[in-house]
């Protein structure tokens, strides 16, 4: 099945709607799906709540998408990098949801295995806990986190085949094999794209059955988020 799409704005085009749970991959500005957030800033789609580690930088990833009001509530782990973000929570024009980073990354596993729920030392006997189930196991105290199940998920990979199989590159991997899994549809935006069969089975990341819609961006800018550098 070939699942490639032209553009990122038709892989987008029929699914993206007003106040859709979305889940989009990548850690700061590394592995995140340029296009695809580029294409859902054009789409218009508003009152949207964005599962992601972050939201980006001012004026890059999905700090887009915030300048423009698109995101009504963020469900994230590490929002220090964004102004505008600072902004619109402190003004109480944003809603955010704070989740630990491993357990933001074990939601989204759990919701593409088809686990509804698990539970956790993480946060126990702070507000992370707060108005949810608490059990004790073989005498620890662990605090139960329901799974995420995302309505569409945008991922970043390197490669695809036109089966949906990934290969993801170095750090860019991520959040991303995650929200693959967790995404009731997900649409992958891609470096290289080969034909079905030529990607060796051991560099397979991700199989194809967590892959709905592929679209390439064969050159991405890959903005650096901070750069440090030393005198020569």
Known sequence: MNKVYPSA?????GVVRDGQLMAVGGFGLCGIPEALIDALQASGAKDLTVISNNA???????????ATRQIRKMISSY????????RQYLSGELELEFTPQG???EKLRAGGAGIPAFFTKTGVGTVVADGKEVREFDGETYVMERALVPEVSLVKAYMADKSGNLRFRRTARNFNPNVAMAGRLTIVEVEKIVETGEMDPDDVHLPGIFVHRIVLNAAPEKRIEQRTTRKA
């Open 103 to 105: 357990t933001l990354a």
């Open 56 to 66: 980006g930088v001012d004026g890059f990833g999905l700090g887009k998408l915030l």
């Open 79 to 86: 929002v220090g990098e964004n102004k505008e973000f600072e």
């Open 9 to 13: 704005a038709a892989a987008l085009e």
